[in-house]
């Protein structure tokens, strides 16, 4: 079993930043890929970006490639989204997840709860 909690979402205006944090417990943190997905009201779950256990591989969805980064920090369970230049189109709930490397939401087994990202135009 795997505890995911987010943290860091918010209001933030348009080219702003954020950034997000997800705090694993339960099973050794280094041994299992983590990722990042988002829904926005109305639409499908979509992923966001992956990184692989040691941290190594990183994966990043089109729509975020070159603004946001995924860095993750073994030592303190900890896996990170730093959001830049953040877009009115980049609300959603994001969510941390844990699990297979990759970009199919259905691969990771465990979930966070969820935060939430409003970006003002």
């Known amino acids: 079993q795997v505890q995911l909690v987010e943290s860091g979402g918010g209001l933030v205006q348009a080219g702003g930043s954020l950034r997000l944090s997800c705090a694993a417990s339960?099973?050794?943190?280094?041994?299992?890929?983590m990722g990042w997905f988002r829904q926005a009201p109305g639409k499908e779950r979509e992923f966001v970006s992956a990184?692989?256990?040691?941290?190594?591989?990183?994966y990043y969805a089109d729509s975020v490639k070159g603004r946001f980064t995924i860095s993750r920090d073994n030592a303190k369970n900890t896996v990170y989204l730093q959001m830049n230049s953040l877009k009115p189109e980049d609300t959603a709930v994001y969510y941390c997840?844990?699990?297979?490397?990759?970009?199919?939401?259905?691969?990771?087994?465990?979930w966070g709860q969820g935060t939430q990202v409003t970006v003002s135009s």
């Open positions: 997840a844990a699990g297979a490397y990759g970009s199919i939401w259905n691969r990771y087994d465990y």
């Open positions: 339960g099973r050794t943190f280094s041994s299992i890929a």
């Open positions: 990184s692989s256990r040691g941290g190594t591989g990183t």
